[in-house]
């Protein structure tokens, strides 16, 4: 570990005042004895100190040998239905519910409630583990920042940081088992759809530093309103020790307003003067964004410049644990965009981006100033799919979004979903012109309209919330690329609109 980490770790008195103490994790060598004494379950069929595990479990058809199978239950699926299945495979011992009828005599823990049990066991392992743990938490940019933290502290110390999106009460548990004895660091996301929620998760995780990316409409309907949505992400900065830190996106004024209920050091990182990590001399060549942080140059193979903040995020962890810049900028340029989130996957004959991950009304909002900002030789073309979980004010957002993307100038918009007529409704409201607009219910029909207007030289985003499967239309715009040339293209645009 470098004598700077120690020295920062040292700092935060908190990590030597604790006490030793739907996915599968690697982990440290444990026995079902430490999972007894973590839950207070009881042991069946074994003596829980002779069985031992390097790996947990929650689906059976992950199971290999050595493995510890904890059966969840779910809204689909109740995982004592595959306990036998598990053992088939090779673990070795399960956790298992009191309430529940399994047939097999098997080692394993029995305990009141298997939810609560795997965040008993994530909260001991925590304990027992020295990495200096961040939560990364906010309406937007999550994983991305979750990502660049990573690869900035990469650069010179070991880590692990969550895996794909394990950042919920199951998956932020799986994600704290995957911390190891050699790790000096651990980056792990939380997010939040009730109140409350990511102050179980900080419960569990106990995260010296805390990482707040914005605060904006998401999963309103489960929330109620943007307040209680800044209380729930204003969680995370409560629940830091004193002598830990928080970084906060200086530029959002919710982001500003939640770090006074810290009681930690706040660390506001953004584009404005008024920050205490602040970026300037920012470029975008469509490629990468290049900028300027107290004296040292900073390349990221990103497009969008709200990027920066993210950016500046991880850049402004890794210096308070003493990381150099230079290093700091190495780690930075090795970031490659996740998967469906603003990914450039093609450039010829016209460019793609894949924004498909997800949506929600700050999300979008930077999705069309990024499509915006593209330098192109063609036209720019938003296809947007319904942004869910708004509640009562979903069709007032979607015409907002609708508005912005007119005002931007973007050339043309295709809408799919229930909310579609909303969001066109908004664009022509700030003058663009039926034959830039489309409709649709069907992902055959966006292709077919995109096949009509797409020419080389153009951009096009394709962006909705996850559970609309944009991510189809992205595999059907790749294949367009390789129907034959000689095909003849639409007479016009109006007629596949």
Same mark, same amino acid.
């Given at each position: 570990m470098l004598p700077e980490l120690i020295t920062f770790v040292s700092r935060l008195f908190v990590l030597l005042a604790i006490a030793p103490a739907a996915g599968s994790t690697g982990m440290e060598r444990s026995t079902l004895r430490d999972v007894q004494t973590a839950t207070g379950g009881r042991a069946q069929a074994s003596d829980p100190a002779a069985v031992a595990f390097?790996?947990?479990?929650?689906? *059976?058809?992950?199971?290999?040998?050595?493995?510890? =199978?904890?059966?969840?239950?779910?809204? #689909?699926?109740?995982g004592h239905d595959f306990v036998a299945?598990?053992?088939?495979?090779?673990?070795?011992? $399960?956790?298992? +519910?009191?309430?529940?009828?399994?047939?097999?005599?098997f080692p394993a823990i029995v305990v009141p409630d298997v939810l609560q049990g795997l965040q008993d066991f994530a909260r001991s392992h925590r304990q027992r583990m020295d990495a200096l743990v961040i939560g990364v938490t906010g309406s937007v940019g999550k994983t991305t920042t979750r990502e660049m933290l990573h690869a900035a502290i990469s650069s010179t110390c070991e880590g692990c940081r969550s895996r794909k999106n394990f950042n919920n009460h199951i998956g932020l548990p799986l994600?704290?088992?995957?911390?190891?004895?050699?790790?000096? =660091?651990?980056?792990l996301e939380m997010a939040a759809s009730h109140s409350g929620e990511i102050r179980q998760l900080a419960d569990v995780a106990r995260p010296e530093v805390g990482v707040l990316t914005g605060i904006g409409v998401a999963h309103l309907a489960? =929330?109620?309103?943007?307040?209680?949505?800044?209380?729930?992400?204003? @969680? %995370?900065?409560e629940s830091l020790p004193s002598g830990g830190f928080a970084v906060i996106n200086g530029d959002d004024p919710r982001c500003?307003?939640?770090?006074? #209920?810290?009681?930690?050091r706040v660390i506001a990182a953004g584009e404005r003067a008024d920050n205490v990590l602040r970026a300037t001399a920012i470029e975008s060549d469509g490629q990468a964004l290049r900028f300027r942080v107290d004296g040292t140059a900073y390349t990221l193979r990103a497009i969008g410049r709200h990027h920066v903040s993210t950016a500046l995020a991880a850049i402004a962890v890794a210096k308070e644990v003493g990381i150099k810049p230079r290093d700091i900028a190495d780690g930075l340029v090795q970031f490659a965009a996740v998967e469906g989130r603003c990914q450039?996957? +093609?450039? +010829?004959?016209?460019?793609?981006?894949?924004?498909?991950y997800n949506a929600n009304p700050s999300s979008a909002e930077a999705a069309c100033r990024l499509l915006s900002d593209c330098k192109c030789e063609g036209r720019r073309i938003l296809v947007l799919a319904d942004? %869910?979980? %708004? !509640?009562?004010? *979903?069709?007032?957002?979607?015409?907002?979004? !609708? @508005?912005?993307?007119?005002?931007? !100038?973007?050339?043309?918009?295709?809408?799919?979903?229930?909310?579609?007529?909303?969001?066109?409704?908004?664009?022509?409201?700030? !003058?663009?012109?039926?034959?830039?607009?489309? +409709? $649709?219910?069907? %992902?055959?029909?966006?292709?077919?309209?995109?096949?009509?207007?797409?020419a080389p030289g153009d951009v096009v985003l394709v962006k909705g919330s996850r559970s609309m499967r944009m991510e189809r239309v992205v595999d059907r715009l790749m294949a367009l690329t390789n129907i034959q040339e000689n095909i003849a293209p639409c007479a016009s645009t109006r007629a596949c609109a």
């Open positions: 390097d790996r947990v479990t929650t689906d *059976s058809r992950t199971a290999r040998p050595g493995d510890l =199978f904890w059966a969840l239950e779910g809204s #689909r699926h109740d299945d598990a053992i088939g495979r090779g673990a070795v011992a $399960c956790v298992v +519910q009191e309430n529940k009828t399994v047939a097999g005599n994600s704290v088992l995957d911390i190891e004895r050699r790790h000096e =660091f651990a980056v489960s =929330f109620g309103s943007i307040e209680t949505i800044a209380a729930t992400k204003t @969680e %995370l900065l500003r307003a939640a770090g006074v #209920r810290a009681r930690c450039m996957r +093609q450039r +010829q004959p016209w460019t793609l981006i894949d924004d498909t942004m %869910l979980e %708004l !509640g009562p004010e *979903s069709a007032a957002w979607h015409t907002a979004i !609708g @508005e912005l993307a007119a005002r931007l !100038g973007i050339d043309g918009l295709i809408a799919v979903g229930q909310y579609a007529a909303d969001v066109l409704a908004g664009a022509r409201g700030q !003058g663009m012109h039926s034959e830039q607009l489309a +409709q $649709c219910d069907d %992902l055959d029909v966006v292709t077919a309209i995109l096949d009509c207007w797409l």
